[in-house]
């Protein structure tokens, strides 16, 4: 297929996420040619609504730089005619196509063109990274953006990403013996190290001269993933440093992504190793605590973490914490008394303003409220609400056996892998197959945000 010519990379900025009733504050559009850039377009847009204070705190848009700003419709023909014969390119690309399109169905006119998503097309040709953000991939690829969160920042980094993303696709780097013919290697690693890497979920190491750990991570395709890594070494210092470092490597096939991901935290936490300092710096200090008071509601606190069972969510410090804490108590509109936010004999001042239903007089009957705090326990630990006990079955590492991954009250024990024929044994008999793991304040995070993802994909089995 042949590469289209003409792009016109687009970010926006706006007053919230839903095209329906917000507005564009902010627009930039570089036109590039597959070459060079030949045209570019940034403005902040008058809204004509007032910008919301998250979304300044966000972007360092306010609405005193925007009232003197265009409206949109001042601006609409310069959009129309700098995207005009080229390719809508964006990342997450619905997202700024809607926007777009809504302001110009206001003006009574259809705007419509071919798109291109940077995200999607990332996920393509970079499989097996953690999150395909904007900003992760910058980070990743080693992609400098001057203004996050500004459009013309965004606009920049989302240019420089997709001309990577095409030379890649030039290259043919989906092919094997292409990619390994332009692959950069570490100059003290064997390239034989590097072929034999399988195309498989597993966690992989990075070694330096004397056999010590520098680096471990986990991938859904181990080789691509290694080779993406020495492709942007170049793009930072750190990144050069590891890869002149790099005297061998190895790898562990897990089949399970879950079981990928759960034995990347568990070997990070043992090992150490000096270029996952993110993952290491992962310290848990502070909980937030849940208990039943003697009228029957649920109430919460925080404090320092300790083995405690009614500890409900683990965070870095208390600040973290309470914040966390108080917005999962004004979304459910819990009490503030409850949540440890206020004090003192009587209503709760959110009760005034009719943002507390009266758990703390009693006028909302304790089995009513506690369903709310249920929910609030689920926000806090990234849906964790099941407290039974369960078996994950995930895929093995052959089709002849399955990855086991066990939760006792909601608690994490461990995981193991059993062939296909021990399948159907009890429930209670696969469960004393699995080796014991403490459960790091992380792990829930973990199994929950992959449950999410892939409920369909995995069963769940009670004992």
Same mark, same amino acid.
């Given at each position: 297929?042949?590469?289209?010519?003409?792009?016109?990379?687009?970010?926006?900025?706006?007053?919230?996420?839903?095209?329906?009733?917000?507005?564009?504050?902010?627009?930039?559009?570089?036109?590039?040619?597959?070459?060079?850039?030949?045209?570019?377009?940034?403005?902040?847009?008058?809204?004509?609504?007032?910008?919301?204070?998250?979304?300044?705190?966000?972007?360092?848009?306010?609405?005193?730089?925007?009232?003197?700003?265009?409206?949109?419709?001042?601006?609409?023909?310069?959009?129309?005619?700098?995207?005009?014969?080229?390719?809508?390119?964006?990342?997450?690309?619905?997202?700024?196509?809607?926007?777009?399109?809504?302001?110009?169905?206001?003006?009574?006119?259809?705007?419509?063109?071919?798109?291109?998503?940077?995200?999607?097309?990332?996920?393509?040709?970079?499989?097996?990274?953690?999150?395909?953000?904007?900003?992760?991939?910058?980070?990743?690829?080693?992609?400098?953006?001057?203004?996050?969160?500004?459009?013309?920042?965004?606009?920049?980094?989302?240019?420089?990403?997709?001309?990577?993303?095409?030379?890649?696709?030039?290259?043919?780097?989906?092919?094997?013996?292409? $990619?390994?013919?332009?692959?950069?290697?570490?100059?003290?690693?064997?390239?034989?190290?590097?072929?034999?890497?399988?195309?498989?979920?597993?966690?992989?190491?990075?070694?330096?001269?004397?056999?010590?750990?520098?680096?471990?991570?986990?991938?859904?395709?181990?080789?691509?993933?290694?080779?993406?890594?020495?492709?942007?070494?170049?793009?930072?210092?750190?990144?050069?440093?590891?890869?002149?470092?790099?005297?061998?490597?190895?790898? $562990?096939?897990?089949?399970?992504?879950?079981?990928?991901?759960?034995?990347?935290?568990?070997?990070?936490?043992?090992?150490?190793?000096?270029?996952?300092?993110?993952?290491?710096?992962?310290?848990?200090?502070?909980?937030? /605590?849940?208990?039943?008071?003697?009228?029957?509601?649920?109430?919460?606190?925080?404090?320092?973490?300790?083995?405690?069972?009614?500890?409900?969510?683990?965070?870095?410090?208390?600040?973290?914490? $309470?914040?966390?804490?108080?917005?999962?108590?004004?979304?459910?509109?819990?009490?503030?008394?409850?949540?440890?936010?206020?004090?003192?004999?009587?209503?709760?001042?959110?009760?005034?303003?009719?943002?507390?239903?009266?758990?703390?007089?009693?006028?909302?009957?304790?089995?009513?409220?506690?369903?709310?705090?249920?929910?609030?326990?689920?926000?806090?630990?990234?849906?964790?609400?099941?407290?039974?006990?369960?078996?994950?079955?995930?895929?093995?590492?052959?089709?002849?056996?399955?990855?086991?991954?066990?939760?006792?009250?909601?608690? /994490?024990?461990?995981?193991?892998?059993?062939?296909? $024929?021990?399948?159907?044994?009890?429930?209670?008999?696969l469960r004393t197959l699995v080796p014991f793991k403490a459960e790091a304040p992380d792990v829930q995070r973990i199994i929950q945000g992959f449950l999410r993802r892939n409920r369909k994909k995995v069963q769940l089995v009670s004992f």
């Amino acid at each position: 297929m042949s590469l289209p010519q003409h792009y016109a990379i687009i970010d926006i900025e706006t007053t919230g996420g839903d095209p329906r009733k917000d507005r564009i504050t902010e627009i930039a559009i570089y036109r590039y040619d597959g070459q060079q850039v030949t045209d570019s377009f940034t403005s902040l847009i008058n809204p004509e609504v007032p910008i919301p204070d998250r979304i300044t705190y966000l972007t360092g848009i306010d609405n005193d730089m925007v009232k003197d700003a265009p409206r949109f419709y001042e601006v609409a023909r310069q959009i129309v005619e700098i995207t005009e014969g080229s390719i809508f390119v964006a990342h997450n690309a619905r997202f700024d196509y809607g926007f777009i399109q809504k302001e110009f169905r206001s003006l009574g006119y259809t705007f419509s063109r071919k798109m291109l998503c940077t995200l999607k097309l990332a996920r393509k040709r970079l499989p097996g990274l953690q999150s395909y953000s904007l900003k992760n991939l910058c980070r990743e690829l080693g992609i400098t953006n001057e203004a996050s969160h500004r459009a013309f920042g965004d606009a920049k980094a989302t240019l420089v990403l997709l001309q990577q993303l095409l030379q890649q696709q030039e290259t043919g780097l989906d092919n094997l013996s292409l $990619e390994m013919a332009s692959a950069k290697i570490p100059p003290n690693l064997p390239r034989s190290k590097v072929e034999a890497l399988p195309d498989a979920i597993g966690v992989y190491y990075f070694y330096d001269q004397h056999g010590n750990v520098l680096y471990t991570g986990k991938s859904n395709s181990i080789r691509k993933r290694v080779l993406s890594h020495f492709q942007a070494a170049y793009k930072t210092k750190r990144g050069m440093r590891l890869f002149e470092q790099i005297h061998d490597l190895g790898y $562990e096939l897990t089949g399970s992504e879950l079981v990928a991901l759960l034995l990347e935290n568990e070997e990070i936490k043992r090992l150490l190793p000096p270029y996952n300092r993110a993952q290491r710096r992962r310290s848990f200090r502070y909980a937030v /605590y849940a208990d039943v008071n003697e009228q029957g509601y649920h109430f919460f606190w925080v404090d320092k973490l300790r083995e405690d069972p009614r500890a409900v969510a683990c965070f870095s410090s208390r600040v973290h914490a $309470e914040s966390s804490l108080r917005r999962a108590g004004e979304e459910y509109e819990l009490c503030p008394k409850l949540y440890g936010m206020e004090a003192g004999p009587g209503r709760c001042f959110h009760h005034q303003l009719h943002l507390c239903r009266g758990a703390c007089i009693g006028e909302e009957p304790p089995e009513v409220y506690n369903q709310r705090c249920m929910l609030a326990i689920a926000a806090l630990n990234y849906g964790q609400t099941d407290k039974g006990n369960y078996l994950i079955i995930d895929r093995g590492r052959n089709e002849h056996e399955r990855a086991v991954v066990c939760l006792e009250k909601g608690v /994490y024990q461990g995981y193991t892998y059993v062939d296909l $024929e021990l399948l159907q044994a009890s429930p209670a008999e696969l469960r004393t197959l699995v080796p014991f793991k403490a459960e790091a304040p992380d792990v829930q995070r973990i199994i929950q945000g992959f449950l999410r993802r892939n409920r369909k994909k995995v069963q769940l089995v009670s004992f």
